[in-house]
């Protein structure tokens, strides 16, 4: 949960999610290497514009939803070809590595649970009490029958150490953004070849990040909703759509959110998880 959607969720789905949100607020150092490099070609396009400082803009992306600490409510809606359906979801972070994600309403799956240590990745069952290990293999499959997947929420890898990273000004409908694009290092533990993102403003807000698969571009998250926490500009909804599916979506509304709080590190054993699980 060091650094990931999970960060995203809870603090990240994930980037966003528990982006759920986690992690020590110090960047992760880059392999001296791996060069990370800028595009210039569009810096001459765009009248000149110097590029910001590569390290910082992806250092920026690492740590945009990180904190020592977190909890947070969402909501998330999960929209396919032949259902739809709300979940109610509540989430802790604590440090580089715990995070647990308990699912709140509907009633008939209250309880269920998704919780990330040092040790590894579980999913806990409240009916059966069961705490069963995710392995790498399932990383891919769909996070609760959303568009998210587990590598999503428990993105192990760094954006700045485990990716070159280019960046470039591109205009979209009349704006210039900040396209930043992260290749991944060949062993770097992710199922994508190519991330990118677009960022607004002078604080890099994303607003936009699209997953490639070679040359095909195969899920796009969009992030709204941007407000101020900690002196931090972070979007408060983002949506997943995958291009292979049309129509589809998942969205995820942050309710509330606080960082960098106190939170029970019993939470992210058993017993607390447990506890946390039969809370209503």
């Not at 210039?40 to 803009?57: R, S």
């Not at 979801?89 to 799956?109: F, H, S, V």
């Not at 979007?235 to 759509?241: A, G, L, N, R, T």
Request: proline share 6%.
């Amino acid at each position: 949960m060091n650094r990931g959607l999970l960060r995203l969720l809870t603090a990240p789905l994930l980037l966003f999610f528990l982006v759920l949100v986690t992690g020590d607020p110090l960047s992760a150092q880059p392999d001296p290497d791996r060069a990370v490099v800028e595009d210039q070609g569009l810096h001459q396009d765009l009248g000149e514009l110097p590029l910001p400082e590569v390290h910082a803009v992806v250092d920026h992306l690492d740590n945009l939803y990180r904190s020592r600490s977190s909890h947070s409510t969402m909501r998330m809606t999960v929209v396919t070809e032949n259902w739809s359906r709300t979940l109610e979801l509540e989430a802790w972070t604590q440090g580089e590595d715990n995070a647990l994600i308990i699912i709140r309403a509907p009633a008939r799956e209250a309880g269920t649970g998704t919780l990330r240590t040092a040790d590894g990745l579980w999913n806990y069952a409240p009916r059966a009490d069961q705490l069963v290990r995710i392995p790498s293999g399932l990383l891919s499959e769909s996070w609760m029958g959303s568009h998210f997947t587990n590598d999503d929420l428990m993105r192990e890898s760094s954006y700045l150490a485990d990716h070159e990273a280019i960046l470039a000004w591109v205009e979209e409908d009349g704006s210039r953004y900040l396209r930043v694009a992260l290749i991944p290092h060949p062993d770097t533990p992710v199922v994508y070849t190519r991330l990118e993102f677009l960022l607004a403003g002078d604080r890099w807000v994303p607003i936009r990040a699209d997953f490639f698969d070679g040359e095909e571009c195969v899920r796009t998250f969009t992030f709204s909703d941007v407000r101020e926490v900690s002196q931090r500009s972070i979007p408060f909804v983002m949506e997943v759509i995958p291009h292979d599916k049309p129509g589809e979506s998942t969205r995820v509304e942050y309710l509330s959110h606080q960082i960098d709080i106190q939170v029970d590190g019993s939470l992210f054993l058993r017993q607390g998880l447990r506890r946390a699980a039969q809370r209503r």
